[in-house]
């Protein structure tokens, strides 16, 4: 009965390879975001132009209009 509940779960869960990626990618935007002197409370507009992605600071296009 176990091992049938386990196959079960299996099929309907994803085994990541690496489950720390999403806290090493947060680390590295962290660390992207500081170079950038962008703050955490900083609104930001994530889209895509020919294939790629473009992240701009929205609070800092408004404080220098």
Not at 13 to 32: G, H, R, T, V
């Amino acid at each position: 009965m176990v091992r049938n509940l386990s196959d079960k779960l299996n099929k309907h869960f994803i085994i990541m390879p690496n489950p720390n990626q999403l806290y090493e990618d947060m680390e590295k935007l962290d660390a992207l975001f500081s170079e950038l002197c962008w703050g955490h409370d900083d609104e930001l507009v994530f889209t895509h132009e020919n294939g790629r992605v473009v992240i701009y600071n929205k609070t800092q296009e408004k404080n220098n209009e």
